[in-house]
């Protein structure tokens, strides 16, 4: 049986850092779920490999896909929750992300054309463009990730909660108390600290991990 050690950081910026002299040529494209094979090709043309799980759960989960172009050269590309729920797997948490704010997911620059601050500048396309009136982003990062925390904290996030949880077998989740969260978390009992994952919670939980 095995057992993994979550350490993770969430990390907040109810402001975006402004860009000083923004990249001629540079847009934000949303590909959405009849799409997925041109998805596939973008992360194949950008050198990503994404994590484990069909692609087509994450938009069954309300999250959107964006690639960035930079003039005709593909440059990046990013998920996003806004007015949908962000399921942090690790601690088997489901928090509701509001219509004006928004979570990073799994966001990736092509190695060659970073440190333009495309990363900060495709956060301000997608408040600009998806996210009417917005009012803050939200993200999560592994603790140990420096390059990454470096990155979100250039782009104005914060530190506000650094939360763990132990994965025993892939059932049975010792986690951290429940974040103080604006709008209620109800689902798989989060403010329990032991979980066992079986049965009707274990099913939903696959349905929600992307």
Known sequence: MYLVRHDL??????????????????????LGAGQLAELERTYARIGHRYAAGPLERRFANGLRFGRLWVGERLAGSLWVVHDAHRYIDELCWRLLVPARQFWLR????????????LFLQMLHAVAREWVPGFEGAW????????????????????????????DVGGRLRWRDPAIPWPLPARDLVPHRRWLWLGGERLRRHAEWVA
Request: proline share 10%; glycine share 6%.
């Open 9 to 30: 950081a969430l990390v907040h910026a109810p402001v975006l850092t402004p860009i000083p002299e923004p990249t001629p040529g540079l847009r934000l494209e949303e």
């Open 106 to 117: 799994d966001v990736f620059i092509t190695p060659a054309l970073r440190g333009q601050r």
């Open 139 to 166: 993200s999560d990062v592994d603790w140990g990730n420096t390059a990454s925390m470096r990155a979100h904290a250039a782009a104005g996030f914060a530190l506000r909660h650094r939360v763990r949880a132990v």
